[in-house]
C-alpha cells in the first residue's frame, strides 16, 4: 500500500505486520526502549493510553496511594495540570533513552516529588506493577494482535529500568512476578476510601472533558463498564447493567478486528500530539513540569535541607555534574484524537 497523510500522521508504504517484524528483529534484553517505543508510539497508541489511563484507577484504589493524592490537592484542583504533567514527564525516556540529558531531568523531577512524601517502597513498586501488568493485559483482551513473549519482556525490562533510576527496591524480574505482586496487592490492599474515591471522581470527570459535552454520560459509564469488579467495588462504583459491560468489552473487541486491516502507523504519537495535553500551549520545559512541595503544607510532611526548597528551572534541579541542561520545547498544537 502506497504511504499517505491522515490528520497530521503517517500510514502504509510498509505492511501491517511492519512493527511487529521490527521488533521480531530486536534483542528485548537490549533494544527494550526501541521495542517499547514501537508499540506505544506506532502500534498500539490509543491501547496504551486506555490501559495506562486505568493503570492510574487502580493506584487510586489502595487507600494510601489515593489518599496521599486526594491529600496534596494536584488531582483534585488542578486535575489537567497533574494529567498533563504525569503524561509529559514519563516520555522523555521512551523517545530518547534513559541516558539522554531530558530523560535524567524528567526523572529528577519525578523522584523529587516522591521524595517530598513518605511513600514506602511496597506503594511504589506496585505502581511501577501497574504500568508493567495493565497495559499488557489490555493488548490480550482488545489489541488488534497479541504481543509476543519478547514484547512483554521488552516492556517489563523497561519498566525495570524505570523503577530502578527511581531508587525503588525489590524490582520483580519477570512480567509473571510482576502479575503476581499486582495481583496480590490489590487482593490484600484494594478498599474505599474518600480521598481515593474523590481523586478517581476528579479524574472521570477530566475524562469527560476529552469527548464531546454530548458524549459526557456515556464516556463515564463505558469507563466503569470497562473497569473490573474488585476495582468498582474499592473506589464505590456501581456495577453498569451486565448488557452495557458486554456491549462495551465487545465495541473494543470489534474496533481491534477493524484495525487488524488499517496500514501500519509510521510517524509516531507523542503525548503533545493529544488533543487532551492542554497545559502548555505557549511550550514547556521538562524541568518546570510536576509540582513543588513545601513542607508542611498539602500533606508535604518530609523536610530534606535547604537544597530541595527549588523553584520551577532552578538549575539545582534540571542539571546534575556531568548532565547537560534540558532543551526547551515550543508551543504544543492539539492535535485530534488518533484512531489507533
Same mark, same amino acid.
Given at each position: 500500500?502506497?504511504?499517505?497523510?491522515?490528520? =497530521?500522521?503517517?500510514?502504509?508504504?510498509?505492511?501491517?505486520?511492519?512493527?511487529?517484524?521490527?521488533?521480531?528483529?530486536?534483542?528485548?534484553?537490549? *533494544?527494550?526502549?526501541?521495542?517499547? /517505543?514501537?508499540?506505544?508510539?506506532?502500534?498500539?497508541?490509543?491501547?496504551?493510553?486506555?490501559?495506562?489511563?486505568?493503570?492510574?484507577?487502580?493506584?487510586?484504589?489502595? +487507600?494510601?496511594v489515593g489518599r496521599l493524592l486526594f491529600e496534596t490537592g494536584a488531582f483534585t484542583e488542578q486535575v489537567q495540570k497533574r494529567y498533563d504533567d504525569t503524561t509529559l514527564l514519563l516520555e522523555p525516556p521512551l523517545v530518547h533513552g534513559f541516558e539522554?540529558?531530558?530523560?535524567?531531568?524528567?526523572?529528577?523531577?519525578?523522584?523529587?516529588?516522591?521524595?517530598?512524601?513518605?511513600?514506602?517502597?511496597?506503594?511504589?513498586?506496585?505502581?511501577?506493577?501497574?504500568?508493567?501488568?495493565?497495559?499488557?493485559?489490555?493488548?490480550?483482551?482488545? =489489541?488488534?494482535?497479541?504481543?509476543?513473549?519478547?514484547?512483554?519482556?521488552?516492556?517489563?525490562?523497561?519498566?525495570?529500568?524505570? =523503577?530502578?533510576?527511581? =531508587?525503588?527496591?525489590?524490582?520483580?524480574?519477570?512480567?509473571?512476578?510482576?502479575?503476581?505482586?499486582?495481583?496480590?496487592?490489590?487482593?490484600?490492599?484494594?478498599?474505599?476510601d474518600e480521598g481515593g474515591r474523590a481523586v478517581a471522581d476528579a479524574t472521570l470527570a477530566l475524562m469527560r472533558t476529552f469527548y464531546p459535552a454530548a458524549a459526557g454520560d456515556a464516556v463515564e459509564l463505558f469507563a466503569r463498564a470497562v473497569m473490573d469488579a474488585p476495582l468498582r467495588r474499592a473506589l464505590g462504583y456501581?456495577?453498569?447493567?451486565?448488557? !452495557?459491560?458486554?456491549?462495551?468489552?465487545?465495541?473494543?473487541?470489534?474496533?481491534?478486528? !477493524?484495525? /487488524?486491516?488499517? +496500514?501500519?502507523?509510521?510517524?509516531?504519537?507523542?503525548?503533545? *500530539?493529544?488533543?487532551?495535553?492542554?497545559?502548555y500551549p505557549d511550550g514547556y520545559r521538562v524541568a518546570d513540569l510536576g509540582t513543588f512541595p513545601v513542607p508542611g503544607v498539602r500533606g508535604c510532611p518530609v523536610r530534606h535541607g535547604a537544597g530541595d526548597a527549588v523553584e520551577p528551572g532552578d538549575a539545582v534541579d534540571a542539571v546534575e555534574p556531568g548532565d547537560l541542561a534540558t532543551a526547551d520545547h515550543p508551543a504544543v498544537p492539539a492535535a485530534p484524537s488518533p484512531v489507533g
Open positions: 500500500m502506497r504511504s499517505f497523510s491522515w490528520r =497530521g500522521h503517517r500510514y502504509g508504504g510498509v505492511g501491517r505486520d511492519h512493527w511487529w517484524r521490527a521488533n521480531l528483529a530486536l534483542d528485548p534484553e537490549t *533494544d527494550f526502549v526501541a521495542m517499547y /517505543r514501537h508499540l506505544l508510539q506506532y502500534e498500539f497508541p490509543w491501547d496504551y493510553n486506555q490501559a495506562l489511563s486505568f493503570a492510574l484507577f487502580r493506584t487510586y484504589a489502595v +487507600p494510601g539522554h540529558p531530558e530523560a535524567r531531568t524528567a526523572i529528577r523531577r519525578i523522584n523529587r516529588m516522591h521524595r517530598s512524601y513518605d511513600i514506602p517502597n511496597h506503594e511504589m513498586l506496585y505502581v511501577l506493577s501497574t504500568f508493567v501488568v495493565v497495559p499488557t493485559r489490555w493488548i490480550a483482551d482488545y =489489541g488488534k494482535r497479541p504481543l509476543t513473549e519478547a514484547e512483554v519482556v521488552a516492556s517489563t525490562n523497561y519498566y525495570r529500568t524505570l =523503577g530502578k533510576h527511581m =531508587g525503588i527496591a525489590d524490582i520483580p524480574a519477570t512480567y509473571a512476578e510482576f502479575a503476581t505482586l499486582m495481583d496480590d496487592y490489590e487482593a490484600e490492599y484494594f478498599a474505599y456501581p456495577a453498569p447493567p451486565v448488557a !452495557v459491560q458486554r456491549a462495551s468489552r465487545a465495541a473494543l473487541k470489534a474496533r481491534a478486528r !477493524v484495525l /487488524r486491516a488499517f +496500514p501500519a502507523r509510521t510517524s509516531p504519537l507523542l503525548v503533545e *500530539d493529544l488533543p487532551w495535553i492542554r497545559s
